[in-house]
């Protein structure tokens, strides 16, 4: 007997477009995995969205560097990709990592030489839109030109810092969906193309188990997006799942890790920095939590026809705001 809300995924909002999706995988009786999988991958293939997949905003350099994971709640296996270039459906590969390897994390060229090896299809994943963002960014500086970046250190890590003031206002974007199938069994997975025009090799927190994906059938389920290195250094989506555990609902636990955020010091923070966190508990019922008051989530359940959009709580990083 199993407890509580099955069949039912619940995401960030631009993982709307894949909702249906993962609810039909769900219907015909498929796993958590392979529901919030291939939610995933619609978001990854939208070439609308420049935060995940094909058409993400490149790094300096004008790459466009994937990150991604996967992690089963059942038996709390996790599979993840960084820094990977050229494959356009890189939460497939962090499965398969999970799957065939014994480790959890690939990076840069190993994750590529990975999914040669196991046939993943290459692609171009900068778009015309992409590029042309990028170029707009780059103020006349040639940084396809390997030389100039490393002639120039200064110069562009300048630039990251100043690009880092915009994150907020276009250049950022992560997708993540949480699901649970008609056995019980909770799945997490989450993709992105990071920050546009981060540092090359920079990794957010979503290929980072415990950062920015968590999934643990005996407690719940978390994962976030927004600026990763926040979720890094509180553990984010780690801390979620462990306030559950110890005995908080949904959301006390999201609001606990949402104020744990408040204590670091970010010399970086110029502008607003912004958390947001999609969870789910051991029976299925779903919350979000934001720092900012516009972020919304959706979540749909196999009994309904659509997708459901719900603003996420409010929990904002300074007090009084
Ligand atoms: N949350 C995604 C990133 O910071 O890369």
């Known amino acids: 007997m199993v407890n509580g809300q099955t069949g039912i995924v619940v995401g960030s909002a631009n993982a709307r477009i894949g909702l249906g999706a993962a609810v039909e995988v769900l219907r015909n009786g498929g796993s958590a995995m392979d529901a919030a999988i291939a939610a995933v991958r619609l978001v990854e293939d939208n070439l609308e969205d420049n935060g995940v997949g094909t058409g993400g905003i490149p790094n300096i350099l004008g790459q466009v560097e994937l990150d991604a994971t996967v992690m089963d709640g059942r038996t709390l296996a996790a599979g993840s990709v960084g820094a990977i270039k050229g494959y356009p459906n890189p939460i497939d590969i962090a499965r398969k990592v999970m ?51 490393e002639d120039q250190y200064q110069l562009f890590m300048g ?26 069994d909770i799945a997490c997975a989450v993709s992105t193309s990071g920050w546009g ?32 290195e926040m979720a890094i250094r509180a553990a984010s989506a780690y801390s979620v799942v462990s306030n559950m555990r110890h005995g908080m609902n949904l959301e006390e636990a999201l609001r606990t890790s949402m104020t744990d955020l408040r204590h670091m010091v970010d010399p970086f923070a110029e502008r607003s920095n ?14 979000a939590a934001s720092t900012s008051d ?7 359940t196999v009994e309904m026809d659509c997708y459901e959009e719900q603003p996420r709580l409010h929990v904002p990083l300074q007090t009084g705001q």
Not at 197 to 226: M, Q, V
């Open 197 to 228: 025009f981060k540092w090359p090799g920079r990794l957010g927190d979503s290929p980072i188990i415990g950062a920015g994906n968590y999934a643990d059938n005996r407690f719940g389920s978390a994962a976030c997006t927004g600026r990763g």
């Open 294 to 300: 516009e972020s919304k989530y959706v979540f749909q």
């Open 159 to 184: 630039a990251v810092r100043d690009w880092q003031k915009m994150l907020h206002e276009e250049i950022y974007g992560t997708t993540n969906v949480i699901a649970r199938d008609a056995s019980g």
């Open 274 to 287: 912004v958390m947001n966190i999609v969870a789910m508990d051991r029976e299925g019922n779903v919350l």
């Open 99 to 149: 799957e065939v390897t014994p480790h959890v994390m690939l990076v840069g060229e190993g994750a590529e030489l990975f999914a040669r090896k196991h046939g993943f299809q290459q692609a171009e994943l900068l778009t015309d839109e992409a590029r042309d963002s990028w170029k707009s960014r780059l103020d006349g500086l040639d940084a396809a030109d390997g030389s100039v970046y």
